[in-house]
């Protein structure tokens, strides 16, 4: 766990109560870090950036972003449907990272993680919208992390899919048989991937031991999207 050490970093940590949030709490916890949880939504334009001032000195930054998934047929999706799933998900990313960024270049160091979904990795039925704000979550991640390089800055992503969490695959859904065929059917692990073993990726990627990691998408899935 050495080079997991994370003692003395500050870490700001968005939407804390929901997702994978309580997961990665208590690892980065775990590991010396000193947690800065927020757990509003981020629709609100200028919240990302009095967060990020209210922290003070941010090392680390977890984009940490969740909403409801709709279930809608692409010819059924509303305006109303799209513009609150992209305002939870997309337009609060480029927010934060105008926050964030500019004292990190500065110091010439910090991490940026975006805790973000596989679906757009895989055709989904009934995940247009869902699949399209995350999509260009991954591609936002992928361009900035590219830009900031030179400044000794990571930006990468988690792409996930099929981990537990209390936002989209709640205790009623696993216990469902129905879900269960389906893990067995369409995920190689077979089960789902553990909250801690994602947010020891995480961990991972945030660590100085994750140096050389620019712009990239880890999937953590168990197989789906391989």
């Excluded at 500050?10 to 947690?35: N, S």
């Excluded at 692409?74 to 927010?95: I, K, N, Y």
Aim: charged content about 20%.
């Amino acid at each position: 766990m050495d080079m997991l050490d994370l003692k003395g970093k500050r870490v700001l940590l968005t939407q804390a109560d929901t997702f994978m949030g309580p997961a990665l709490q208590e690892v980065f916890a775990a590991l010396g870090a000193a947690v800065i949880a927020d757990r509003r939504p981020l629709v609100e334009p200028q919240l990302p950036e009095r967060i990020v001032a209210d922290a003070g000195p941010v090392d680390i930054l977890i984009a940490h972003l969740a909403v409801a998934a709709p279930r809608s047929h692409a010819q059924e999706t509303t305006e109303a449907e799209w513009q609150t799933v992209f305002d939870h998900l997309v337009h609060p990313l480029p927010r934060l990272l105008r926050a964030v960024l500019p004292a990190m270049i500065q110091r010439r160091s910090g991490k940026v993680l975006l805790i973000g979904s596989a679906a757009p990795l895989r055709g989904m039925k009934r995940a247009s919208t869902y699949s399209a704000a995350r999509g260009a979550q991954l591609a936002y991640i992928r361009a900035v992390g590219v830009e900031v390089a030179p400044h000794n800055i990571q930006v990468n992503a988690i792409a996930q899919n099929f981990v537990d969490n209390p936002t989209y695959f709640p205790p009623e859904i696993q216990a469902n048989p129905a879900f269960q065929e389906r893990l067995k059917r369409e995920v190689p692990l077979g089960r789902l991937v553990s909250g801690r073993e994602d947010a020891l990726l995480a961990a991972y990627l945030c660590s100085p031991a994750a140096d050389c990691f620019v712009g990239q998408v880890f999937p953590v899935c168990g197989g789906w999207a391989a």
